[in-house]
């Protein structure tokens, strides 16, 4: 089974599956991927990429208007996440929630402030990521992104024009260690060598944009396989979408 989701949406898509009671592989094509494991018509796993778990589905968009979808049928084990009918609302729900969320904040990535060390603030004191505030919270990704959206909306944080993907190394087969600064945004994957973190291409010369847009594209070729793509693209995505 296979098609556009522009002719057949995905919600329907997910309940031919379950009522027909599939084992298999449902794979979405959108801005980013998705796949999703069922057993018997119940998902018993799934995410973006090498990002995993009902944390990483619930931030795909439960009614995309285009992309494409193909299920492959094939036995399939794990346990089943949460009742049917409960997985598509908690995901509904919380689709709402991080559309609400990103309008002030654009995605997890994004490095706040805290302008005074109150809590429940004090973590970002000296600037940190959303993602690296709900480790340092151990709390599930959206609550920490409903703390940070509270603090920019009653103006206990500040966002900086910083990613948290800028500490992150990646190395690429055409990576070299020595070359100039940066002149041309083709040239990028040279620059990928895996001792320079990407904030450092940025200060060589290389736009955020330009950064971003490479990785977005390499990513989903697969031109470039790390751990921790599947987030990464997922944030990179909606900061490309925001105003």
Do not use: C
């Amino acid at each position: 089974m296979e098609g556009s989701l522009a002719t057949m949406s995905l919600v329907d898509v997910l309940e031919l599956v379950h009522t027909s009671r599939k084992s298999g592989v449902l794979y979405v094509e959108e801005r980013v991927p998705l796949v999703l494991r069922f057993m018997r018509g119940e998902v018993v796993g799934g995410g973006i990429l090498d990002w995993e778990g009902f944390e990483a589905v619930s931030t795909f968009p439960l009614h995309p208007q285009e992309g494409r979808f193909r299920f492959e049928q094939g036995v399939q084990d794990g346990a089943v996440w949460m009742p049917f009918r409960t997985f598509l609302g908690e995901w509904a729900r919380l689709n709402d929630e991080w559309a609400r969320f990103r309008q002030l904040v654009p995605s997890p990535s994004r490095v706040l402030e805290a302008l005074r060390p109150v809590e429940p603030y004090a973590v970002f004191v000296g600037g940190r990521s959303v993602r690296g505030a709900a480790k340092a919270w151990g709390v599930p990704l959206i609550i920490a992104m409903e703390r940070a959206w509270r603090g920019v909306h009653e103006g206990d944080l500040v966002l900086l024009q910083k990613y948290n993907w800028f500490s992150m190394r990646i190395r690429h087969a055409k990576g070299r260690r020595t070359l100039p600064n940066a002149q041309d945004a083709r040239d990028l994957p040279r620059y990928l060598d895996g001792t320079r973190n990407l904030g450092e291409l940025i200060r060589m010369g290389f736009s955020v944009e330009e950064v971003r847009a490479y990785l977005i594209e390499a990513i989903r070729s697969g031109e470039l396989n790390f751990p921790g793509r599947g987030w990464l693209l997922r944030d990179l995505t909606w900061e490309a979408e925001a105003p």
